[in-house]
């Protein structure tokens, strides 16, 4: 049966003509792996708008990265039409980026909603992310929809889970919708829901328009899509539009909506969600949180809350292959087009080569960048290991800004001070001790804990950023099984006792390895580098000394014995075809070799020892 | 790249050789190696192709191997003839295996007999036969010696009963010193092998193996570092931990105590594992090897090389006994090798030898590093040649890095 069941009620929700009252703006917040997508996907089924032939799984993630991982970068606006006793509404949701580094487009995504879907797996309870965006989604006066999903797990436990929610938003567990999005039940009572919970958005129709980007993708045939929630009055195609961020006006080549493939539509009306097209090639000129307006009739006030981005965290990437540079290059200025908050410029290593120094939102950020560049345009890459950015203050009262532990200023240093965050972490109760471990291991101090339920634990820490974008993530899920999850927002910064320590071979100081840590932790970062790179480099026809340094104070000290023997002693027998082999290979594999100094160190050793388990100053 | 073809069984006896290894033949040596496939025990670490059973069917059982082989002696001399090579008499002949001393002395003889048919024996001409000290009799010796061999390897390996065990030598060290007697008295030059490095070998078993061989005072020595290969039973010991690996570092303390001992008793390395007491006394044969000569190598698995053509027989008996009873050569694979493939090879194996090598003046930049980190000695070096010294004898490995591009 079709959502609408009269052309006379489908009239009533086109595009640019639909009034206010019949829409509905919502988003779902889940974590990664609660279910998201699969919900949308039957969502898109049961309103008709993608039919059974053509639904394929997670439908809305579009990049392969994106299906593969299960997660969601990039949120998209699907228009649905759904009818409740008789009445055709159209349903936009918005989906939303469900990871810790893109808290900001989060928030604008929300902002374009007047209701959130509160999806919660029933097996799991809710995660620190989803909590944050919640609390966020609160903030911005949504209304909440609880939704338990994966009910028809054997391990779901909806009734704990409810109990747990109800807490969190102050409801009763017995509002708390109960979905499978696998197997679709459920999902019908939730769109009825949707539909009576979710208030009608609320704009001035014959005031100048006024629009908020909430998401801006490049496409490779049509260049900048722009994803906008219309505030008050109209857009409408073909009219001049105005940014009023950076009052750089553009002509509408098109304007729709997505359901969820684009339709052109006539305009797009108060509290409507759609696209626009104006032949802009970079995001950059279309940025999320800016406001749009009528160039002929602009408004004079933006919609607020805009923000540029900032990268927090920062990492030089290089080719293997030192000739694949220009590749980088250019693959960086595609990935650009796409990703306003990517920041990049050049960068030389004596022991890497030419590379760049690139400025990410958080670690998520960095892995999908570099997915990227490895996968869609087939680079070899090393990573540096991730640093953040530390404001250092010499005793002449000169100041520097250090976004690579190579710019860390030799001579008499005052002060230094690094980025810190709030750090919100949830788990069951068994782990406190664990994590409290951790998080003070990494100079974390307790804010406070919170009981969610008798088995759940919120812990909020401050902790240095630096701290944790090493290997954080990844001690925290091992030594928790799995069950805890971390939410982090910047929240100034600190003064901290950090030195650089260097790593010096044969005496030459190898910048890639060079790292700035907490002056208690300098000499077990130096023992674990040089004995890592003990283990990985290999003997050379002489003796190499590996040390680590603090300035000139040496803190750490391994040596890698010279080798004496290499040559096979059998060369007889007249298969010398077998022997030449040999030497090819030896002769490819010295072409990835660098060079420190007269130290030939295979590529394999920057790259194991750059790994973040090598890092973490353990 | 190295131009590579599986050679069809049916192609006419010409197409196994291109032209071009006409081009400089008159100035090349030309050896013969003769491959017996045969062992009475395989040794743990030995990776020569090599068959304990003595039947292993028509005509690759020991019995008949003799002949099966003359039959590839006459296939290669028509090849080599249609091609256009010039005939030129056989200046080293040399029985290697497997234990080419489990053939009948008769057998041997007619294989070095048919040898002599094909391309005629030069005057001076060199045969050497390995022999395993517990597969030969002083008889044997004399009927080697009357039948034209001029030299015998001994596989000795070690003095010290231990490691004899470990390698799963199964000889009897005190019948050493008989054989050498023997062969002495038959009048065949003598070398004595010896491996060092044997998992569990002393430093004082290693000298007391070098003391017995100077004991003996042989012409030649040779001392191979044991390598240990992955197919082998010694390969799967040390994988499963069951055995050490060799210590490279024990292994070059070794060579430094065996070069000392040898140059002290009046043996001079000429190649990095091979000593000799004379000029006269060094293996020609191998250094047809090093000196990219040309060589015929006859018998399973076995390695040929004429004017830069490698080919290498099939390995197991029975298909290389098929494939000459039906008159074809039983080449596996063959490579013609390339200008820089040549290059390789030419520094490779002359930087292993006592003479150096000429380095070209494209490369000769790099000889004052090797000279300054003691791999080469500094006088050829001035005029452009490449000598290694004993410490660039055990890292002779990076000297040819350095030296190849």
Redesign the interface.
């Known amino acids: 049966m079709p959502p609408i069941a009269t052309p006379a009620a489908s009239a009533l929700i086109q595009p640019a003509s639909t009034t206010p009252e019949l829409l509905r703006n919502f988003c779902i917040i889940a974590h990664i792996d609660h279910g998201k997508s699969t919900l949308a996907d039957r969502m898109l089924q049961l309103t008709g708008v993608v039919d059974e032939r053509s639904m394929r799984a997670q439908y809305l993630d579009r990049m392969d990265i994106e299906r593969e991982r299960g997660i969601t970068i990039k949120s998209q606006a699907v228009r649905m039409p759904w009818q409740v006793d008789e009445a055709a509404y159209a349903l936009n949701m918005i989906d939303t980026p469900g990871h810790v580094d893109f808290t900001y487009e989060v928030s604008r995504s929300l902002a374009a909603c007047e209701g959130a879907v509160l999806l919660v797996d029933a097996a799991q309870g809710i995660e620190a992310q989803t909590l944050a965006n919640l609390y966020l989604a609160m903030e911005n006066d949504l209304a909440i929809i609880p939704v338990l999903n994966k009910i028809d797990l054997p391990a779901a436990q909806p009734e704990r889970f409810a109990e747990e929610l109800a807490t969190l938003i102050g409801g009763e567990p017995e509002d708390c919708l109960r979905v499978s999005g696998k197997t679709g039940v459920g999902v019908e009572v939730l769109l009825d829901a949707i539909v009576a919970q979710v208030p009608p958005p609320v704009g001035d129709p014959d005031a100048p328009a006024r629009a908020m980007i909430f998401d801006s993708v490049y496409d490779t045939y049509r260049g900048v899509v722009t994803y906008v929630r219309v505030v008050d009055g109209q857009l409408s195609p073909r009219e001049k539009i105005r940014m009023l961020s950076t009052n750089a006006t553009h002509e509408l080549l098109e304007i729709g909506v997505s359901s969820p493939e684009p339709h052109p539509t006539q305009g797009l009306g108060v509290g409507e969600v759609g696209y626009l097209i104006t032949g802009v090639k970079d995001v950059r000129q279309s940025r999320v949180g800016d406001t749009v307006t009528n160039a002929a009739k602009p408004a004079t006030e933006s919609l607020g809350g805009y923000r540029d981005p900032q990268p927090m965290v920062y990492s030089g990437l290089y080719p293997i292959d030192g000739s694949d540079y220009p590749a980088l290059r250019d693959a960086l200025d595609k990935l650009k087009l796409n990703d306003a908050a990517l920041a990049y410029e050049p960068e030389t290593s004596v022991a890497l080569g030419f590379g760049f120094r690139i400025g990410f939102l958080g670690l998520l950020h960095l892995e999908i960048v570099r997915e990227r560049l490895e996968r869609e345009f087939n680079l070899d890459l090393i990573s540096t290991a991730p640093n953040v950015i530390y404001e250092v203050t010499m005793e002449d009262g000169t100041e520097v800004t250090v976004r690579n532990p190579s710019e860390f200023p030799t001579g008499k240093v005052k002060t230094v001070t690094e980025p810190i965050v709030k750090a919100t972490l949830l788990a069951p109760s068994e782990f406190v001790g664990t994590i409290m471990e951790l998080a003070q291991g990494r100079r974390g101090t307790l804010q406070g804990m919170d009981y969610l339920s008798e088995e759940r634990v919120e812990l909020r820490y401050i902790l240095p950023l630096g701290e944790i974008i090493f290997d954080f993530f990844d001690q925290l899920k091992s030594r928790t099984r799995g069950y805890a999850s971390l939410n982090y927002e910047i929240s100034g910064e600190q003064d901290a006792d950090l030195v650089k320590v260097d790593i010096l071979l044969q005496g030459e100081q190898v910048d890639a390895f060079s790292a700035i840590v907490h002056r208690d932790k300098a000499y077990a970062y130096g023992v674990m580098m040089t004995g890592k790179l003990k283990e990985l480099i290999p003997r050379q026809q002489f003796e190499v000394p590996i040390q680590a340094a603090i300035g000139a104070r040496i803190i750490a000290r391994e040596t890698i014995r010279a080798m004496r023997k290499d040559v096979l002693a059998k060369c007889y027998g007249g298969d010398i075809s077998r022997k030449r082999k040999l030497l090819e290979k030896q002769k490819e594999g010295k072409k990835r070799m660098k060079n420190i100094g007269r130290v030939e160190v295979p590529q394999e050793a920057f790259v194991a020892a750059l790994s973040s388990d090598t890092t973490s100053g353990k | 790249m190295s131009a590579r073809s599986t050679l069809p069984g049916s192609a006419p006896l010409a197409s196994t050789l291109p032209a071009s290894v006409v081009d400089g033949a008159s100035e090349r040596d030309f050896g013969v190696?003769l491959h017996v496939p045969f062992c009475s025990v395989r040794c743990g670490y030995c990776d020569?192709n090599t068959y304990t059973s003595t039947e292993l069917g028509g005509g690759a059982s020991q019995a008949n191997y003799a002949a099966t082989a003359i039959g590839e002696i006459e296939l290669a001399a028509a090849a080599m003839a249609e091609v256009g090579l010039p005939r030129r008499p056989v200046s080293t002949v040399f029985l290697?295996g497997g234990t080419p001393t489990l053939l009948p002395a008769a057998d041997l003889a007619s294989l070095l007999d048919a040898v002599g048919q094909a391309w005629g024996l030069a005057g001076d001409v060199e045969v050497t036969t390995e022999a395993n000290p517990d597969s030969v009799t002083a008889a044997d010796l004399v009927r080697l010696a009357g039948a034209g061999f001029t030299r015998v390897s001994f596989g000795m390996q070690s003095a010290v009963p231990s490691v004899l065990h470990t390698l799963e030598r199964t000889h009897d060290p005190r019948r050493i010193p008989d054989v050498v007697a023997w062969a002495r008295d038959a009048g065949l030059h003598v070398s004595l092998d010896l491996i060092y490095g044997t998992p569990g070998e002393t430093l004082d078993h290693w000298r007391t193996s070098l003391d017995a061989v100077l004991g003996l005072e042989p012409d030649h020595v040779s001392?191979?570092?044991l390598?240990v290969e992955p197919g082998t039973k010694m390969g799967a010991q040390v994988r499963r931990g069951l055995l050490p690996m060799p210590d490279?570092?024990d292994?070059?303390?070794k060579?430094e105590i065996a070069a000392a001992a040898l140059a002290g008793a009046g043996y001079d390395w000429y190649e990095?594992?091979n000593f000799a007491r004379t000029t006269a006394d060094r293996c020609r044969h191998?250094l047809g090897?090093?000196g990219s000569q040309d060589?015929w190598?006859v018998g399973p698995g076995?390695?040929?090389?004429i004017g830069g053509h490698?080919w290498?027989n099939v390995k197991h008996p029975r298909p290389y006994a098929e494939r000459i009873d039906g008159g074809r050569l039983p080449v596996a694979e063959s490579?013609t090798l390339t200008d820089r493939?040549r290059e390789?090879?030419r520094v490779?194996?002359g930087v292993?030898l006592v003479d150096g090598l000429d380095v070209g003046a494209d490369l000769r930049g790099r000889l004052p590093t090797l000279v300054g980190?003691g791999?080469i000695e500094a006088e050829p070096a001035a005029t452009g040649r490449a000598v290694l010294t004993l410490r660039g004898?055990?890292?002779?490995?990076?000297v040819?890095?350095a030296l190849?591009?």
């Open positions: 190696y020569f290697g001392a191979y570092a390598t490279p570092d292994e070059a303390t060579y990095i594992s191998n090897y090093w060589w190598g076995a390695h040929s090389h490698r290498w490579e493939q390789d090879e490779l194996l292993r980190d791999l004898r055990l890292l002779a490995d990076t040819v890095g190849t591009d």
